[in-house]
C-alpha cells in the first residue's frame, strides 16, 4: 500500500470539513513555509511552547526556529534539555504538560475526521487530549485514511517502523506502540482551542 500518496482535492476537502465538525479547527495550507508561516500567526509573543517528538515538525522548520532562539516564545524544551539533574528534568517534562501552546503531529486522519496518535511513553498525550490549552497538529495530507481501521493500520504498519529505524539511525533503542490516542471530538465546555494545520504535501509519517 503506498502511504504517501496525496488525496485528491475534493477528498482532501471532505476530510477537513469532517475534523471541524468533531470541534477541532482546521487549516489547510498548500506548502510547509506556509504550515510554519500559519503557527507563527496563531502563537502569540511570550507564550510558552513546548513540542512532541515529530518529524513534521522539524520538516517544516519549527525545530530550527526554536532552537535558533530566534522566536518572541518561551521555549519550555530548551529549558528540559538544559536541565542535567535527572529528577528535575523529568518534573520539568511532566509540568510542560500545562504549556499554553503544545505542539506535535498525528499518524492518521480518517476521512470522517478522527485523528490517531501512536505514542512510545505516553508523554506528549496528556497535552493533547486535555491539560494544553492550546493544541497545535500539523500533519501531511498523505496521511488521510478511508476510515479507522485503515489509519490504525498505517500507524502500525508504517509509522512506527518508520519512527523505529530512524531512532535506531541516531543511535536510541528505537520505538514502541505504548499508548494510543484517537481524538473522536474535542468538547467546548473544556475551552481549549485544538487546530490541525493539513498541509497538501508528504510531511512526516
Not at 503544545?102 to 475526521?113: K, P, R
Not at 518508520?162 to 536510541?172: A, L, N, W
Amino acid at each position: 500500500m503506498d502511504y504517501n500518496k496525496l488525496p485528491a482535492p475534493e477528498r482532501l476537502q471532505k476530510t477537513a470539513e469532517a475534523v471541524k465538525e468533531r470541534g477541532i479547527n482546521v487549516i489547510v495550507v498548500n506548502t510547509k513555509a506556509e504550515a510554519l508561516a500559519k503557527i507563527k500567526e496563531i502563537i502569540p509573543d511570550g507564550a510558552q511552547v513546548m513540542t512532541g517528538g515529530s518529524s513534521t515538525l522539524t520538516e517544516i522548520g519549527l525545530d530550527d526556529v526554536l532552537i535558533s532562539g530566534n522566536h518572541p516564545w518561551k521555549n519550555l524544551k530548551s529549558a528540559i534539555l538544559a536541565e542535567k539533574d535527572p529528577i528535575r528534568q523529568s518534573t520539568l517534562r511532566k509540568q510542560s504538560v500545562l504549556s499554553d501552546y503544545f505542539l506535535g503531529s498525528v499518524q492518521a486522519i480518517t476521512e470522517s475526521g478522527q485523528m490517531v496518535i501512536f505514542s512510545g511513553t505516553g508523554s506528549q498525550l496528556p497535552a493533547y487530549a486535555f491539560s494544553s490549552s492550546n493544541v497545535v497538529l500539523v500533519a501531511g495530507a498523505q496521511k488521510i485514511t478511508p476510515n479507522l481501521d485503515m489509519a490504525l493500520q498505517r500507524a502500525n504498519d508504517y509509522s512506527v517502523p518508520m519512527e523505529d529505524k530512524r531512532m535506531k539511525s541516531i543511535g536510541r533503542g528505537g520505538t514502541m506502540i505504548g499508548k494510543i490516542l484517537i481524538y473522536e471530538r474535542e468538547a467546548a465546555f473544556l475551552g481549549r482551542k485544538v487546530t490541525l494545520i493539513l498541509v497538501n504535501e508528504v510531511l512526516g509519517y
